[in-house]
């Protein structure tokens, strides 16, 4: 049964800090993995997708890497702004057309 | 595209009654998929559609729960007698393909007292 972990649960860090979320799973054999971004009381929000044979995919001041081998995603965020306080979702698909499974996701606060 | 559409928002009800929640995915989309997100659970997947046929209903949680999709552009999740414990944000997200990136409606907030 496919887990999905997320480290840390929470994370408060200065303006400005670049700064790096953690997701593991525990089965390699993934079809894509999708990165969230949830802001309190709102729906979930599409950050970036990675195909199981990418290794990483960037979108502005977002970077997420994929090392399937170790069952590990992370997500890179550059120069961190207060904007960016939110609660941060990884999910993975195990086969072509099926569930995301999400982790537990870290919420993540940056101070002015 | 005005994304995934949910209706309502909102919704209190008290136990014992029917909650029907609705949603519209974005159009073209053949996927459509209903998430359930609870503190203590986190997100879960109910049960998801492709092209309007029920493909996994394995997270439906018992038999209180149904999901119709009588067409493309139009899916119904039905709790028939809502429980306390059924209280939760139901989402409805959907994707143009299979294992494509799927996009979430707003949700609706379900509390049952």
């Known amino acids: 049964k496919q887990e999905v972990t997320q480290i840390p649960a929470a994370l408060s860090v200065p303006e400005g800090e670049n700064l790096v979320l953690n997701c593991s799973f525990t089965?390699?054999?993934?079809?894509?993995l999708q990165w969230f971004r949830q802001d309190p009381g709102k729906g979930l929000t599409s950050l970036l997708l990675?195909?199981?044979?990418?290794r990483e995919q960037t979108s502005g001041r977002l970077n997420a890497s994929l090392d399937k081998s170790s069952g590990r995603s992370t997500l890179y965020i550059a120069a961190s702004q207060p904007g960016d306080s939110a609660t941060y979702l990884c999910a993975v698909i195990n086969n072509q057309g099926g569930k995301l499974i999400f982790g537990q996701g870290t919420e993540l606060s940056v101070k002015p | 595209d005005a994304g995934v559409i949910q209706s309502p928002r909102h919704e209190v009800t008290e136990m014992g009654q029917e909650v029907t929640l609705r949603c519209k995915p974005i159009s073209g989309h053949d996927y459509l998929f209903w998430y359930r997100q609870t503190m203590m659970r986190g997100l879960e997947l109910l049960i998801y559609f492709n092209n309007n046929v029920p493909i996994d209903d394995s997270g439906m949680p018992e038999d209180r729960f149904s999901a119709k999709m009588p067409n493309a552009s139009f899916s119904t999740l039905k709790i028939q007698p809502s429980e306390p414990r059924d209280s939760a944000v139901y989402f409805c997200?959907?994707?143009?393909?299979?294992?494509?990136?799927?996009?979430f409606g707003p949700g609706t907030r379900l509390t049952v007292t």
């Open positions: 990675i195909q199981s044979s990418q």
């Open positions: 997200a959907s994707s143009l393909i299979a294992g494509g990136e799927q996009y």
């Open positions: 089965d390699s054999a993934i079809y894509n």
